[in-house]
């Protein structure tokens, strides 16, 4: 079941269109809701309420309902494979350039609402491998060092993609950052042992999926957000 929830999350229609009237709409949402009642009764009960939310003629209502009906599905998801399969982590040798980028390619997958990337050494060539994969419609927000160095290339690499794509990419700058993380829709942490730009270039590394302390990591990270100066909003 584990296997079927992923791939729903990876197959979910757009965020604009995802109300439109279409049968693949219709389709995927009648799966959703199956799986969900297979995972638990009530809450496939409760699942009903917020697809019937997401139609609401009212844009704030019918947000609320698609927000929460993400929710449920990371949480059954993260309930499935904490039950089965434990946290996600991946080891990577050196030079295993492509495992890692399959890695965090499936992590990425799985956003349908929002990305923080919290690294220090984000630059033009993590935008250029990493930013094309993730579905449009995200917000996706960049945590990133004060060093000049990095921002010089991130950030006019940035704005080329958001010129051509349209996508909504936020960058700040903080002092105090020295991990590596992703946080998926608010629900999922994954730290990155190497730099996301350098993967395994220079040693071995490891994905790390954070669950006992992810609330923590997570608080933390927002108010150094919140904290931040702001380059691109």
Known sequence: MLAE????????PPRATIRHELPENFTWLGRAAALVSMWDRVEGAVFNTYLAEMNHQMA???????LKM?????????DLR??????????VERGGHFDYFEAIRGIL???KLDLLFIDPYL??????????????GLTVRLLTSTDKRWLAT????????VAQHGSAIQVREHANLHDRYVIVDGVQCYQ?????????????????QIVDLFAEVKAGYEKRWLEAAVHRQ
Do not use: C, W
């Not at 704030?60 to 698609?66: D, I, K, L, M, S």
């Open 123 to 136: 630059d033009a060539d993590f935008v250029g491998r990493y930013l094309p994969m993730i579905a449009k």
């Open 192 to 208: 990155s042992g190497a730099s996301f730009k350098d993967g395994p270039r220079n040693a071995d590394t490891t994905i790390t």
């Open 82 to 91: 904490m039950r089965t399969t434990g946290p996600l982590s991946a080891a």
């Open 154 to 161: 991130l950030l006019p690499a940035v704005d080329a993609f």
């Open 60 to 66: 704030q209502p019918a947000r609320e309902g698609f």
């Open 5 to 12: 929830v992923e791939d729903l999350l990876r197959t979910m």
């Open 70 to 78: 993400i929710v449920t599905l990371h949480k059954v998801q993260h």
């Open 109 to 111: 997958e799985q956003a």
